[in-house]
C-alpha cells in the first residue's frame, strides 16, 4: 500500500511517499481502508519534530472509511462497516490503517466519511472544550481564536449552541466571513487591532469568562487581560509558538484567574465520553444543525502541499488527504 511516512523530522519536504507492506490487525484492532484522513496541527508538530516521536513514523491521527479486516478478539464489527477514528498514531496518512477496536466509531447513515475525517478530532475537540473544561452557560461571553480554523469554525457553532456570545480573532476579511457565518456574534481581526482593548470594548470593560486560545505565543499574555474575575485561560494549541514560562502570581494579579492546557486525549479517554462526544457530533450533522466546512482535499502525494498550507495560514476550516 501507499503510505506517507517522516524518516527524519524537518520542514514539509520529508513526508515521503513510500510502498510499505499492508499491515495486519493484531489481537482487538482492525484494519480501515482510509477514504479521508484528517490534517491537524499536531502533525506539523510531530512532523517538525517539535514534540517527539520515534522515525520513522506514518503521521495522522484522524481518519474515516471502512473496515478491511478484522484481529483476534473483536466482535460486534464486520468487514465493509463504515468507522472513523482518532487515536494517537493511528498513521492515517495511507491507503490503510491499523486502529484500536475500542478507538473507532460507527458512521450513521447520513454522515459521509469525508465529513467523519472532518469532524472527529476537531469536532470532539471544541465539543469537550464547550461542554466540559468551560462548560458554556447563557449569559457567558468567550473569546475564541483563529475563528476560522479547523477547531475555531466548529468551537465557534458549538459555543452559540450552548447560548454563549462569541467574540472571534481572525487574520483575513475572507475568515472573518467565515467566522460570522459559524456564529461569531463579533469578529476582531487580530492581526490588524489590538484584541484585548477591543474585547474590552465590546464588553463594556467587564471581560468575558473564558478564552479558548490555540495560538499560544501571539495571544496568551493579552488573552489573561480580557478575562473577568474568576474567568478561565484554556490554552490548547500554540499554532503561533510556545508561550513563554509563566508565573502563577499573575493569575493572582489578575483577578482570581484559572488556567488550563487540555488535550482531547484525556476527554475521550473513556469508550463513553468517546461515544458521547463523536455521537452528538454525527447527530448535529445529520440534523443539519452543524456544519463542517472541508476547505481543501489533497492526495496522498501531496502531503507536504496541505501541511505548507495549514502552516502558513492557507487555510480555513478542514484539510483533509484522500488516498
Ligand atoms: N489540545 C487539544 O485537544 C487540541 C485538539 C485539536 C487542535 N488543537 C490545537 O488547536 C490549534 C488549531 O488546530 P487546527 O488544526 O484547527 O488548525 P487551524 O486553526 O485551522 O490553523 C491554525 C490557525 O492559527 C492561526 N494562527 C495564528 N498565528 C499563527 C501562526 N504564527 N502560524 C500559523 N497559524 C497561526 C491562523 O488563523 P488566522 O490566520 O485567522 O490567525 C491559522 O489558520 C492548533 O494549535 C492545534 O494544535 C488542540
Request: glycine share 14%; net charge negative; with cysteine.
Given at each position: 500500500?501507499?503510505?506517507?511516512?517522516?524518516?527524519?523530522?524537518?520542514?514539509?519536504?520529508v513526508l515521503q511517499l513510500d510502498d510499505v507492506p499492508t499491515p495486519s490487525p493484531r489481537l482487538g484492532e482492525v484494519l480501515i481502508r482510509v477514504e479521508a484522513a484528517g490534517v491537524n496541527f499536531i502533525d506539523i508538530y510531530q512532523r517538525s519534530g517539535a514534540y517527539k516521536i520515534a522515525s520513522p513514523f506514518v503521521?495522522?491521527?484522524?481518519?474515516?472509511?471502512?473496515?478491511?479486516?478484522?484481529?483476534?478478539?473483536?466482535?460486534?464489527?464486520?468487514?465493509?462497516?463504515?468507522?472513523?477514528?482518532?487515536?494517537?498514531?493511528?498513521?492515517?496518512?495511507?491507503?490503510?490503517?491499523?486502529?484500536?477496536?475500542?478507538?473507532?466509531?460507527?458512521?450513521?447513515?447520513?454522515?459521509?466519511?469525508?465529513?467523519?475525517?472532518?469532524?472527529?478530532?476537531?469536532?470532539?475537540t471544541a465539543h469537550y472544550l464547550t461542554a466540559t473544561t468551560y462548560p458554556l452557560r447563557p449569559g457567558d461571553t468567550c473569546v475564541v481564536h483563529a475563528a476560522a480554523g479547523g477547531v475555531g469554525l466548529l468551537l465557534c457553532q458549538l459555543a452559540k449552541r450552548r447560548g454563549a456570545r462569541v467574540i472571534g480573532t481572525v487574520s483575513t476579511a475572507e475568515k472573518e466571513a467565515l467566522a460570522r457565518t459559524?456564529?461569531?456574534?463579533?469578529?476582531?481581526?487580530?492581526?490588524?487591532?489590538?484584541?484585548?482593548?477591543?474585547?474590552?470594548?465590546?464588553?463594556?470593560?467587564?471581560?468575558?469568562?473564558?478564552?479558548?486560545?490555540?495560538?499560544?505565543?501571539?495571544?496568551?499574555?493579552?488573552?489573561?487581560?480580557v478575562l473577568a474575575p474568576r474567568g478561565m485561560m484554556v490554552l490548547f494549541g500554540q499554532s503561533s509558538g510556545a508561550v513563554e514560562p509563566f508565573d502563577p502570581q499573575v493569575l493572582n494579579a489578575r483577578g482570581s484567574l484559572f488556567l488550563t492546557r487540555p488535550t482531547l486525549a484525556h476527554y475521550v479517554?473513556?469508550?463513553?465520553?468517546?461515544?458521547?462526544?463523536?455521537?452528538?457530533?454525527?447527530?448535529?450533522?445529520?440534523?443539519?444543525?452543524?456544519?463542517?466546512?472541508?476547505?481543501?482535499?489533497?492526495?496522498?502525494?501531496?502531503?507536504a502541499e496541505a501541511h505548507r498550507m495549514l502552516a502558513s495560514r492557507g487555510t480555513t476550516g478542514k484539510v483533509l488527504l484522500e488516498p
Open positions: 500500500m501507499k503510505a506517507v511516512r517522516v524518516h527524519r523530522t524537518g520542514g514539509p519536504e503521521p495522522g491521527q484522524e481518519a474515516a472509511g471502512t473496515i478491511a479486516a478484522l484481529g483476534a478478539g473483536v466482535t460486534g464489527w464486520s468487514v465493509g462497516d463504515r468507522v472513523g477514528c482518532y487515536a494517537g498514531g493511528l498513521g492515517a496518512y495511507a491507503e490503510c490503517a491499523i486502529a484500536p477496536v475500542d478507538r473507532i466509531v460507527r458512521l450513521p447513515d447520513g454522515v459521509t466519511t469525508a465529513q467523519a475525517a472532518a469532524v472527529l478530532l476537531q469536532g470532539m459559524a456564529g461569531a456574534d463579533e469578529v476582531i481581526r487580530y492581526t490588524e487591532t489590538d484584541f484585548a482593548a477591543e474585547v474590552k470594548r465590546l464588553t463594556d470593560g467587564a471581560g468575558v469568562q473564558v478564552v479558548y486560545d490555540s495560538v499560544g505565543k501571539t495571544t496568551f499574555s493579552a488573552g489573561l487581560g479517554a473513556a469508550r463513553t465520553e468517546l461515544e458521547q462526544r463523536s455521537g452528538d457530533l454525527f447527530g448535529w450533522l445529520r440534523d443539519g444543525s452543524l456544519r463542517v466546512h472541508i476547505d481543501r482535499r489533497f492526495p496522498l502525494a501531496d502531503a
